[in-house]
Each structure stands twice: as structure tokens, then as C-alpha cells.
């Protein structure tokens, strides 16, 4: 199994870090920790994820999480991270 994050993904995560970091460093803390919770265990649940509403790829699957959806590649055994969208 390996799990890839896309660039696009990287800048996003980015982003939307720097909004937690002005309102809080341990928010910040908190939520990167949870998200790499998430992204750790796609493996295990892909399957109960539902197929994603940006994109016409039933291998692409999204991951909701409070205003933020997660969208994933599935391909075998290799996961790619492609984008991280706030509501």
C-alpha cells in the first residue's frame, strides 16, 4: 500500500492551514494530526467512502470530514491524495 498526495493537494492543505494558524497553533496541531488519522486509514476504509461528487471516476472516492471533503484516487494498492476542498 502507498498513499501519494498531488501538489494541488499540498497547496490546499497549505492554505488551509494557515487559517487555523491565525486563529490558533493548537488548533492547527490538532487538526493536521486528524487529518493525517484520515489519509493513514483510507486503506482500510475505502470502501465505505462514497464515490466523489467533483469528479466522474468511480476510483475516485471522498472523504467528509466537519466543512472539508478529502478527494482520493483508488488504484490497487496505491492511494493519491488529490485535493482537500472546504465547504
Known amino acids: 500500500m502507498?498513499?501519494?498526495?498531488?501538489?494541488?493537494?499540498?497547496?490546499?492543505l497549505k492554505e488551509i492551514l494557515?487559517?487555523?494558524i491565525a486563529e490558533d497553533s493548537q488548533a492547527t496541531k490538532s487538526f493536521k494530526l486528524y487529518l493525517d488519522t484520515i489519509i493513514i486509514n483510507i486503506p482500510t476504509k475505502a470502501n465505505k467512502y462514497k464515490?466523489?461528487?467533483y469528479?466522474?471516476?468511480?476510483?475516485?472516492?471522498?472523504?467528509?470530514?466537519e466543512n472539508l471533503t478529502i478527494?482520493?484516487?483508488?488504484?490497487?494498492?496505491?492511494?493519491?491524495i488529490l485535493s482537500i476542498i472546504k465547504k
Open 51 to 53: 464515490k466523489s461528487i
Open 55 to 65: 469528479f466522474n471516476d468511480e476510483n475516485i472516492k471522498d472523504v467528509e470530514h
Open 18 to 20: 494557515q487559517d487555523y
Open 2 to 12: 502507498n498513499i501519494f498526495c498531488t501538489p494541488l493537494y499540498e497547496r490546499q
Open 71 to 80: 478527494s482520493f484516487y483508488l488504484d490497487n494498492e496505491n492511494y493519491l
